[in-house]
């Protein structure tokens, strides 16, 4: 019995839920039911009245475009309710599903312009990019350049670096040997001005002795002519 109770329980929630899903996929909503509509481009304005006869007040004048949603349909008119909230008649004939193609090409129209206005902005910024890129390839150009002439300025350097070394060594080693040279010098002026003098003094001696020597046989010959005199005298 239990088991039976639960299957018709069971059975009846099923009913239930296929019912609920009935309603819910098959019925049409009051959301469903209301339609969009356009008022179409066959006429310059259309008169929206407050009934279905010509002698109605018109309450609104509806410009082609104009959406509306559709409320019912009676003797080739339709009750529509506007945006705003305002309800009124219109002749059917002035309605379409589909927005008019006035409408539609303003609208692309627009569309074209604002791809239009857009590719020459891309464009612009694409001029831009190419001359930023120009200008940047120039500049990495020159870099490049100045790049080169420091590495050849740094290797002349660095030449310039080891040959000033090598002839500092070579100008350190000359003044090394130009030392020595003075000193070398030096020793040889002393050993010159030392001789110099021993032979001044050696010129001095020999000319005190060739003097003496003179005196000598000058007064000796001297005498001697005396003598002769004298015994030339004594004849």
Same mark, same amino acid.
Not at 120 to 125: A, D, G, P
């Given at each position: 019995m239990a088991i039976q109770k639960q299957t018709r329980l069971t059975a009846g929630v099923i009913r239930l839920l296929g019912l609920t899903m009935f309603f819910t996929v098959w019925l049409p909503s009051s959301d469903a039911q209301a339609t969009t509509l356009y008022v179409s481009d066959t006429t310059l304005e259309a008169n929206l009245r407050t009934g279905t006869r010509m002698e109605h007040r018109i309450i609104g004048m509806l410009r082609p475009g104009t959406r509306v949603t559709l409320v019912r349909e009676q003797d080739g008119w339709a009750e529509v309710t506007l945006e705003d909230g305002r309800t009124g008649w219109i002749l059917s004939r002035y309605l379409s599903e589909r927005p008019p193609w006035r409408m539609t090409?303003?609208?692309?129209?627009?569309?074209?312009?604002?791809?239009?206005?857009?590719?020459?902005?891309?464009?612009? *910024?694409?001029?831009k990019l190419v001359r930023e890129n120009n200008a940047l390839k120039k500049q990495m150009d020159t870099e490049q350049r100045e790049l080169q002439t420091v590495r050849q300025d740094y290797d002349e350097l660095k030449n310039s670096a080891s040959n000033y070394l090598?002839?500092? =060594?070579?100008?350190?080693?000359?003044?090394? *040997? +130009?030392?020595?040279?003075?000193?070398? @010098?030096? *020793?040889?002026?002393?050993?010159?001005?030392?001789?110099? =003098?021993?032979?001044?003094?050696?010129?001095?001696?020999? &000319?005190?002795?060739?003097?003496? @020597? &003179?005196?000598?046989? &000058?007064?000796?010959? +001297?005498? =001697?002519?005396?003598?002769?005199? &004298?015994?030339?005298?004594?004849?």
């Open positions: 090409a303003e609208k692309l129209q627009a569309e074209n312009d604002e791809l239009k206005a857009r590719l020459r902005q891309i464009q612009s *910024e694409h001029g090598n002839l500092k =060594m070579a100008y350190e080693n000359l003044q090394a *040997e +130009a030392r020595q040279s003075k000193a070398k @010098l030096v *020793e040889v002026q002393k050993a010159y001005d030392k001789l110099k =003098m021993s032979s001044n003094i050696r010129w001095f001696l020999s &000319g005190a002795g060739v003097l003496l @020597l &003179g005196w000598i046989v &000058g007064s000796y010959m +001297a005498r =001697m002519r005396r003598r002769r005199s &004298g015994d030339y005298y004594k004849l």
